[in-house]
């Protein structure tokens, strides 16, 4: 069966940091990765989506980034965090011409 | 640009009665409905989906209807209990990506 894994679980990372979010699939190949963040009581923003190594689409100009080194790897980075970069932070999965989207565990960030 | 727009934004009922959550979109392409619970604290589940060419769908006491031609769908919940106190999500799709509602938060009171 096929998991997902995102770490760290929670982040206090101070104004100007870098940042470095990670997740990983694990039991299916070529899946559909996303980023959301959801800000406090709020709903769910996408940030980025990739179908493939390599290929990234982003949906929300800001400074963040995303990048995908590998078939089931994506990572979201930041050079310097703003205060407005705090929020619960979401991966999550579909299968190739699959609809259906799973969700990590998410990471919890706090930029203080 | 394409929207969601999901009612209400509370949702008060007692253990045992019904409870509906409505959403209705703006994109004619979309043809995957789902629906997310997210306890607090935690991600969000899909707890179920309809697809464009299915009018309705039922999974025990949760069922969700489609009306395509006024862009239009329903999450139902009969018999509620207290566990299904959370927010609720609904999306669209016609693609790769989700287009979310801002969610419903339920309570259901014992």
């Known amino acids: 069966s096929q998991t997902i894994h995102q770490w760290p679980a929670t982040l206090v990372q101070p104004v100007g940091s870098p940042l470095s979010l990670e997740c990983t699939v694990e039991?299916?190949?070529?899946?559909?990765l996303y980023w959301y963040r959801q800000a406090a009581g709020r709903g769910l923003q996408l940030l980025f989506y990739?179908?493939?190594?390599?290929?990234i689409s982003s949906e929300v100009p800001q400074n963040l980034s995303a990048s995908r080194p590998q078939d089931r790897q994506f990572i979201l980075s930041s050079k310097k965090l703003l205060l407005s970069d705090s929020g619960f932070y979401l991966c999550?999965?579909?299968?190739?011409?699959?609809?259906?989207?799973?969700f990590g565990p998410g990471t919890r960030l706090t930029v203080t | 640009g394409e929207n969601v727009e999901q009612h209400p934004s509370t949702l008060s009922v007692q253990e045992g009665d019904s409870a509906v959550i409505k959403c209705t979109y703006s994109?004619?392409?979309?043809?995957?409905f789902p629906w997310y619970k997210q306890e607090l604290g935690k991600r969000p589940q899909l707890i179920i989906d309809?697809?464009?060419?299915?009018g309705e769908k039922k999974d025990q006491r949760i069922a969700v209807t489609l009306n395509k031609t006024a862009k239009h769908f329903s999450l139902h919940i009969t018999e509620t209990q207290p566990e299904d106190s959370a927010v609720y999500f609904c999306?669209?799709?016609?693609?790769?990506?989700?287009?979310f509602g801002t969610g419903t938060r339920l309570k259901v009171l014992a």
């Open positions: 039991g299916t190949s070529n899946p559909n």
């Open positions: 999550a999965w579909s299968g190739q011409g699959a609809y259906e989207q799973y």
């Open positions: 999306a669209t799709s016609g693609t790769y990506k989700y287009i």
């Open positions: 309809i697809r464009s060419n299915v």
């Open positions: 990739s179908v493939g190594i390599g290929q």
């Open positions: 994109d004619s392409a979309s043809n995957y």
